[in-house]
């Protein structure tokens, strides 16, 4: 019987989310705006914006943001290690200018722009910030325990089951885990292979420091596993490269 009562569960779930192309169900707004400092003197680019259905954006340079979420999902912002009280997007009045001003005033800024965050502490900051899309796994099915489950005996775990169905989330969820890989990839090739060291190895200055460093930058494999020696005589072996290749230019 109760083979028979799950196999009819599994059966209208499945069709369920057949017959909604694997959607979320609920519908589905986009909400921007913008984030100012606590005075509402200057927007604040790179501000984390994030769902608790595990989606994310930041903000740009002039400090705006757009995100497509559930109606029933909710948002909060995140900067220098300080996150906002989550906003029910179904509160929000006004999708298309959510403006938000968050509590760093201009000193603060100016300090943090003289004095920045180290690539650790940043990397550790946006972990923080995405932990939830950084530990998602696809779902799958799972059976759960019977002396857990009022004794009713083994069983599918439901949010397990619907989870596995909704398709477009979890592609969403993987695209963008798979972004924040790379952006953190990129962040850390930045570090090791930044413009002072670059600068200073090969006094290399404006246009030629900037080709340089497109045509040998290093892969983020090559990062992580060399010493700061190795490094160094990477850069030293490129540059030699480099004036080889100039020379045979016409």
Do not use: W
Not at 31 to 37: A, E, I, L, P, S
Not at 193 to 217: A, P, Q
Request: charged letters at 25%; a positive charge.
């Amino acid at each position: 019987m109760a083979h028979s009562t799950y196999k009819v569960i599994l059966v209208f779930f499945f069709s369920l989310f057949i017959f909604t192309g694997g959607q979320v169900l609920g519908q589905q707004v986009i909400v921007k705006g913008t984030v100012f400092n606590m005075y509402r003197t200057r927007p604040l680019d790179g501000v984390s914006v994030i769902s608790n259905s595990g989606r994310g954006t930041t903000t740009d340079s002039n400090g705006n943001y757009s995100i497509q979420v559930p109606t029933e999902d909710s948002i909060y912002f995140s900067y220098l290690g300080r996150a906002t009280a989550k906003y029910a997007v179904s509160a929000i009045n006004t999708y298309s200018s959510f403006d938000i001003a968050l509590h760093v005033d201009p000193l603060e800024l100016k300090e943090v722009r003289v004095m920045p965050q180290n690539y650790r502490m940043d990397s550790l900051q946006n972990r923080k910030d995405y932990e939830k899309i950084f530990n998602f796994k696809k779902p799958g099915f799972k059976i759960t325990d019977p002396t857990t489950n009022g004794g009713l005996g083994a069983g599918v775990d439901l949010d397990e089951l619907i989870n596995v169905f909704r398709f477009q989330r979890t592609k969403r969820i993987k695209a963008f885990q798979h972004r924040l890989v790379d952006e953190e990839q990129d962040k850390f090739v930045d570090h090791r292979f930044s413009k002072y060291i670059v600068k200073r190895t090969t006094h290399l200055n404006n246009e030629e420091l900037d080709t340089f460093m497109i045509k040998y930058r290093p892969s983020y494999d090559f990062c992580k596993r060399s010493s700061d020696y190795d490094f160094l005589e990477y850069i030293k072996l490129a540059y030699k490269q480099y004036k080889q290749d100039r020379k045979e230019t016409p």
